[in-house]
């Protein structure tokens, strides 16, 4: 039963982490235009380097 | 602007904008302009760049980027840039563009609400999900400390969640309390509570049962049916803001001779503004300069165009035709005709109010029983066992159990899918309780002008005129783009009749327009003006060689008019045609649709006390209507519909807007409106089988936390299933 010890603090960090990810992503307007986001990875425009 | 005038624009884009830019500095305080621009036509990966690309491409651009999903662009640029140009440039490259009036859209540009909601939400979900893990365990044997330490853990992840996560319900379940009501709210709260506290209870004593998994599913799907909600209203709510920012509040005044453009509610009494043809009247006044013609039917109904002088009082509203105007303003802002129709909306929709939603209805006959249950429960088992702990357990089980996890679900997760189903068949559902009312519909009252007519006339009798004549009409109309003598040329050309040759063709406005064919003047106008008799019906006269004679105009029918209408008809519902307009008008499009009642020459008070009368009788009428006039009995009317052309306060006033220019969804929308009404009551029955089922266990004291947590997950998911049936 001692592995519960490790289980348990790690099941709460990975889902800790995932939690934060989507507070993370919903602060920076990454929900505001789904639709538009699935087409933007379609077009080569900005493959070689990231937009400045 | 057209694409000629546009490297101009660039090689001097200040010169070209600045007294329109200047004016928009003041307002904007040396803050870099945000400008929004309705893309309507994009649709893919290669429009975006294109957008994109040549928006940043223009002088005085920061940043520009597209939203697909809103179909809109936003641009952050310098103070001298104008919408114009962008939207000039960006037809120039084949792409539709409108601006949009950035005041009228801030709102829904920081949507706090539905974040904050979202937010809570995914704490919730993750908490419950943590939560429901360690209660497995417990379930599947785990005993003695080991089943001590998992409900303390459970307990620390769950007590934070619950504070966080559960704030919408205390907050709404506190204003009903403090109102001294009952709402859905008060019994989820009190489970809420009474579930963790004597979970809490339970852990302290070493118990074998706790529901804080409990307490957090039930948060966890009560939020998402909130969220669900929330977001339905919120797409419908953004997409009748983009339609009232379209129209951009600006107008021309003059000032010392100069013109200056200026911002509507910046416009004070006296004020001289100039109208151009095919504009809109900004604000009440009188016609000071110039000579037109109005077109008053989105004020009236009327749709034969009025001669327009000085002397002339006009209202706001009100399009001029066919001669620039110079009005003196004589009420603006709240003063103005539009907004005192606010007022007639105003004491109308007083008696739309006392509609009670379904889940209203049903909360009403919930909460008390809830309580009163658990009560009873407590009671019981306190006086059989006199245990304060065994009581309050079963209690605390009881309002878990008959908790309104599913009610909570079953209303928001059907109008969510009924909405997104008549959203892609071009129709915006405003009102939360729009589908439950559109249901009950029975009588459809319908306006004329601009509702069941396009508002653009057709000619009607081109067969009348000999082919030279009608050379010499095409000739007179191709100089002008007053409605009617558009209507004449398209008709004229695709009878394949080449113009007259003419010269001196000029356009006298307000009146027609006039030239001359082989030294002789030929007329195209009004009667008085060519010497004719004037006719009731819409025309224009055609004067030549000394005779003249009528070309007649009849409205077009709007696409899907016909179908709508006879399709209500088949359905059963009891059909009315109510207008502004003259009576013979009217009566010909009643025959034309099979509508035997009808009733002319209506005034907007007449409208609304029409519909008050049916209500009255106990009727549920479905009003459609687009003018000003029609507003009052929009708001009357126990459900309406308003067109997207519709004028601003008309759809306001309305419950459903139809986006595109078809009518036909009309009928369809009733027939979902039905299944909707269907669904819901449906859940409603299988969230009372799922209590019927686990009430009595509970009060008998056999609940245990995994019978509870099945009960309240499989009634939430059959519950969303039932409503995804609609879509």
Sequence with gaps: MEVLAYLIPISLILGGIGLLAFIFTVRTNQYDDPEGDAQRILSDEWDDHPKP | ?727
């Design chain 2, 1 to 727: 602007m057209t694409a000629a005038m546009r490297p101009n624009a660039s090689a001097c884009p200040a010169c070209d904008a600045a007294p329109a830019a200047e004016a928009l500095a003041e307002q904007a305080a040396q803050k870099d302009a945000r400008l929004a621009l309705s893309l309507p036509t994009i649709h893919c990966a290669a429009c975006i760049s294109a957008v994109e690309r040549e928006l940043s491409a223009q002088p005085g651009v920061k940043s520009a980027r597209v939203n697909l999903t809103l179909k809109r662009a936003t641009v952050e640029a310098e103070q001298d840039v104008t919408a114009e140009d962008l939207v000039g440039a960006l037809e120039a490259i084949g792409y539709e563009a409108h601006e949009l009036d950035a005041g009228t859209l801030s709102s829904t540009q920081n949507d706090r609400a539905g974040r904050d909601l979202l937010m809570r939400l995914a704490v919730a979900g993750f908490a419950s999900m943590n939560v429901m893990l360690l209660s497995v365990s417990v379930w599947s044997g785990a005993e003695a400390a080991t089943r001590d330490m998992f409900h303390w853990i459970s307990a620390a992840i769950a007590l934070p969640t619950i504070v966080f996560s559960g704030k919408p319900f205390y907050v709404n379940a506190w204003s009903a309390l403090k109102n001294k009501r009952l709402n859905m709210d008060v019994p989820i709260v009190l489970a809420i509570v009474l579930a963790v506290a004597t979970s809490l209870w339970e852990t302290m004593l070493s118990g074998e049962h706790a529901y804080f998994d409990a307490a957090l599913t039930l948060v966890f799907f009560l939020l998402a049916g909130r969220y669900l909600d929330y977001r339905t209203r919120a797409v419908a709510r953004s997409a009748a803001e983009e339609l009232a920012a379209l129209e951009v509040p600006r107008a021309t005044r003059i000032v010392d001779g100069e013109e200056d453009t200026v911002q509507v509610r910046d416009l004070a009494l006296g004020d001289l503004v100039l109208v151009r043809p095919g504009g809109r009247m900004p604000v009440d006044g009188e016609i000071v300069e110039g000579q037109s013609e109005l077109d008053r039917s989105l004020l009236t109904g009327e749709t034969v165009p009025v001669y327009a002088e000085p002397g002339l009082g006009v209202s706001a509203g009100e399009v001029n035709l066919t001669g620039p105007l110079v009005i003196r303003a004589t009420a603006v802002g709240e003063e103005t005709s539009l907004h005192r129709m606010a007022d007639l909306v105003a004491i109308a929709e007083s008696g739309r109010s006392r509609y009670t939603s379904l889940a209203d209805s049903a909360a009403k006959l919930y909460a008390p029983g809830v309580h009163i249950l658990s009560a009873l429960a407590f009671l019981g088992w306190y006086l059989y066992t006199f245990d304060l702990r065994t009581a309050l357990n079963i209690a605390a089980a009881v309002l878990i159990i008959t908790c309104p996890c599913a009610l909570g679900l079953a209303v928001p997760a059907v109008t969510t899918a009924a909405s997104g189903r008549l959203f892609r068949k071009g129709m915006l559902i405003k009102h939360s309780t729009a589908l439950e009312r559109l249901a009950q519909v029975d009588t459809v009252v319908f306006d004329k002008t601009g509702t069941l007519t396009a508002g653009t006339p057709q000619l009607t009798n081109l067969d009348d005129f000999s082919r030279e004549d009608l050379a010499v009409g095409l000739a007179l109309a191709m100089g002008s783009s007053h409605p009617l003598s558009m209507a004449l040329s398209d008709a004229a050309r695709e009878a394949g009749i080449r113009p007259a040759k003419l010269s001196d063709i000029e356009e006298v406005p307000g009146f027609g327009t006039q030239g001359k064919l082989n030294g002789k003047l030929v007329r195209l106008g009004r009667a008085g003006w060519v010497g004719a008799q004037a006719l009731a019906q819409t025309s224009a006269f055609l004067s030549f060689e000394g005779r003249s004679q009528a070309f007649t105009f009849s409205d077009t029918l709007r696409d899907g008019a016909e179908e709508s209408v006879q399709a209500l008809i088949e359905d059963g519902k009891d059909v009315m045609l109510i207008s502004g307009d003259s009576a013979g008008a009217v009566e010909t499009l009643a025959n034309r649709l099979n509508i035997t009642k009808w009733v002319a020459e209506a005034l907007p008070e007449d409208k609304a006390a029409k519909v008050q009368e049916l209500s009255e009788q106990g009727r549920h009428v479905l009003m459609v209507g687009d003018g000003l006039n029609d507003t009052a009995a929009l708001a009357a009317a126990h459900v309406s519909i308003s067109p997207a052309s519709a004028l601003d306060a008309a759809r306001v006033a309305s419950d459903i807007v139809l986006l595109g220019s078809d009518l036909s969804p009309i009928a369809d929308a009733l027939a979902t409106a039905r299944a909707a009404t269907k669904r819901i009551k449906e859940n409603f029955r299988i969230a009372t089988v799922y209590n019927i089922i686990a009430v009595p266990l509970a009060v008998a004291g056999l609940a245990t936390p995994l019978i509870a947590a099945l009960a309240m997950s499989s009634s939430s998911i059959t519950v969303s299933l039932n409503a995804l049936r609609l879509r």
